[in-house]
């Protein structure tokens, strides 16, 4: 059985940084309510939830904040 990745905020899995709330509050300058609220409706999209967090990926963050 293979031992399965745990997500850590700022970390790479296979040259992926994920972010998680907190990091994307400071990031987008919103309250933590509203990352969250943006993350759940799929306003910010590509989010994914392990358990009750949330984590979003760089590639789907510059989407969200228009960067390619």
Known sequence: MEKVKRIYP???I?????YQVEDLVKI???CK?????Y???GRIPGAIKVGKR???ST???D???GKK
């Open 54 to 56: 949330y984590y979003i």
């Open 28 to 30: 987008l300058s919103l």
């Open 10 to 12: 700022g970390k790479q």
């Open 39 to 41: 993350l759940r409706t």
């Open 14 to 18: 296979k040259d992926i940084k994920f």
């Open 33 to 37: 309510f509203t990352v969250r609220k």
């Open 59 to 61: 590639k789907n963050l």
């Open 63 to 65: 989407h969200f904040i």
